[in-house]
């Protein structure tokens, strides 16, 4: 049994098609599959998005589940995922590596949705 290849069968059978873009390095996007589920506050209590600087940043937080590679830590600033053919446009907040037996199995991040203004943002 390996626990890699068995997690990556099913996140590339039941996931969804996700792109990994570099909007300063466009040879470096890629496209494959990931879980996108929003988190869930504990009470339900929902906060309504902020309008600041970079353009409207809604305070909808999502769980995402991928494979190992590519890995989302240490991503450069302007880094985001996207879905749905690109109209759903995510920041990573916090991501890590899931290991099993030394080897990295899956990743998993939280991320926050982003809504670009007129300017250009910077994180």
Not at 20 to 29: E, T
Not at 32 to 48: G, H
Not at 82 to 96: Q, T
């Amino acid at each position: 049994m390996n626990i890699k290849k068995d997690i990556g069968r099913m996140i590339n059978r039941y996931g969804r098609q996700v792109t990994l873009y570099f909007p300063n390095q466009p040879a470096k996007n890629k496209t494959y599959k990931a879980f996108l589920q929003p988190l869930r506050y504990k009470n339900k209590i929902y906060l309504e998005g902020i309008l600041s600087e970079i353009g409207f940043v809604d305070e909808g937080h999502y769980l995402y589940l991928g494979p190992a590679e590519p890995s989302l830590t240490n991503l450069p600033g302007k880094t985001e995922i996207r879905a749905g053919n690109g109209s759903e446009r995510y920041f990573v907040k916090r991501a890590e590596q899931v290991y099993s037996g030394g080897q990295a199995v899956y990743s998993w991040a939280v991320l926050q949705t982003l809504y670009e203004g007129e300017q250009l943002w910077e994180l």
